[in-house]
Every structure is written in C-alpha cells, then in structure tokens.
C-alpha cells in the first residue's frame, strides 16, 4: 500500500502550462504502476495517463496525447504531469492513483491506492 499526496494544480490560461506532483509514501512505490484520472463533477473519473514502474511504458488518453507527458522518479517516490497547451476541457480535479503491474491501464477500479486530488482550473 502507499499514501499518495498530489499538488500543483492550479488557475491556468488555455494554452498555458501546469505540473502536477504526486509523493508518494510505502514501501512499494516502485513496484507499481502509477496512473493519472481526472474527474468533474457528475461525470465519471476519467483515465488520463499511466506509467510503468520502471518508467519505461507510458500510455495515454487520445484527448492529452502530444500536450500531457507522465513521469516518475522512484528515488524519490513521485510522480509527475506535465500539462501544456492547457484547454478549458481539462478542468477537472486531478487523481494520482497506485495499481499492481499487468493491470489495465484505464480502469480506475483496477488501482489500489488514491490520493486526495488537486484542482485544476483552465480559463478561456
């Protein structure tokens, strides 16, 4: 099990930028798949990107292809977003979330571990 703890979301313009972090705490942080969702209110938490635990595989949603890229540091047991060219339809609140390997990357059922989210808003 691992505690997961996301910051860096924020107010940004369409076609800005913001890094999302995620700490990560236990013992198990790199033998995990790690994952990114997002979720709005009345909608259903949406996958967003994942990576393996070595950091070796990435995979990504169609709608942040090109603009997102996930990455990990298993040093320091974090994981990171990189968001840019920001759009007004990724204002969600954003979920780091823990999985065992060989799981499916874009279901959330399939993620064992949560953090608490971060906002991020996206102004036209």
């Known amino acids: 099990q691992v505690q997961l703890v996301e910051s860096g979301g924020g107010l940004a313009q369409a076609g800005g930028s913001l890094r999302l972090s995620c700490a990560a705490s236990?013992?198990?942080?790199?033998?995990?798949?790690m994952g990114w969702f997002r979720q709005v209110p009345g909608k259903v938490r949406q996958f967003v990107a994942g990576?393996?635990?070595?950091?070796?595989?990435?995979y990504y949603a169609a709608s942040v292809k090109g603009r997102f890229t996930i990455s990990r540091d298993n040093a320091n047991n974090s994981v990171y977003l990189q968001m840019n060219s920001l759009k007004p339809e990724d204002t969600a609140v954003y979920y780091c979330a823990a999985s065992p390997v060989g799981s499916t990357w874009q279901l959330s059922s399939e993620y064992d571990d949560w953090g608490q989210g971060t906002q991020v808003t996206v102004s036209s």
């Open positions: 236990g013992r198990t942080f790199s033998s995990r798949n």
């Open positions: 990576i393996s635990r070595t950091g070796g595989t990435t």
